[in-house]
């Protein structure tokens, strides 16, 4: 399997994030992604790429210009890390005007604290890049790709970022495939892909569908409710299943099973998976009970869906185990396909 990786998301590095618990070390932070690409970089079943530099003319496809202006210039021409900007002020409701000054427009587009840093859009689209060239390799003929992806992107909005995401890798990928087909995307992350939804929640031509915690009680908390099934000419294509903590495999592979169910009804040609691992016992964000064998029968399951597959990476924390978990799905998926 090609993996697309590229190092520069090193140079988006924050220190700390401000929570309700005060400042604490930044949880997706560059040892996420360096460690999965050396666990990779030593199994030959995969094989290490650089992604295709891509102008940033083709976040268009999905993202706001204003935004990406942005994001591109708060802090052009600066690269040292001698500071972070972390959005405090929030416009409510979606109500208020936009500040003319580039700092003061951090809470404007941000939806929670997530800091920026002089390295955020350097590496953002890397990690786009990343997962475009994934999209390419498809396009080409490839049965399946991984996009390393740092920082992650699915909770990234058409215009506004948060929850460590600035651009949405996964999406920008399904829209370049919708050119050439319908595209389903499954959202695995322990955490709901609220940007994803919101970019497609009017698609017909992508799918959309997520397991996920309960937003009653877990992040991003207003995103994420079974009753969320699109708009327009989107209505029936957005599918969430939130679970509840303590889900363990049994509960995870059925309700897999079931969305699986709902991909194969729209039949996609290509699907893309929004990969965190966050899901898995260990990690200190969630709090839910998945095994390495769950991880496992996972990677199995999604590769019976049967079409070129791009799966993207977005959260995973436990740094202990991260690499390990990755590669298991992975090589699960591609023994599945054999």
Known sequence: MKVFYSPEHQVHDPENEFTNAGAIPYPECARRAT???????SDPSFE??????????ALEAIHDTGYLHFLAQVYAGQRSHTVELTPTTFPSRGRGRRPATLKAQAGYYAFDTTPLTPGTWDAALSAAGSALTGADCLLEGA?????????PGHHAGRDYFGGYCYLNNAALSAEKLAAHGRVALLDIDYHHGNGTQDIFYDSDQVFFVSIHADPDYQYPLYWGYADERGE????GKTRNFPLPPN??????????????????????KYLIVSFGLDICREDPLGDWAITAEGVAQIGERIAT????????????YDLHNLGANVRQLLTAFIFALI
């Open 48 to 57: 290490i790429e650089m992604p295709e530099t891509i102008a940033p003319i």
């Open 143 to 151: 049965r399946s790709a991984y996009a390393l992806c740092r920082p």
């Open 247 to 268: 889900t363990e495999d049994k509960a995870y592979i059925e309700t897999l099973d079931e969305a699986l169910h709902y991909v194969e009804d729209f039949a996609p």
């Open 305 to 316: 869906a049967g079409v070129p597959t791009l799966l993207v990476q977005e959260g995973g």
């Open 35 to 41: 460690g999965i690409a050396a666990t990779l970089s």
């Open 232 to 235: 327009g000419v989107g209505v």
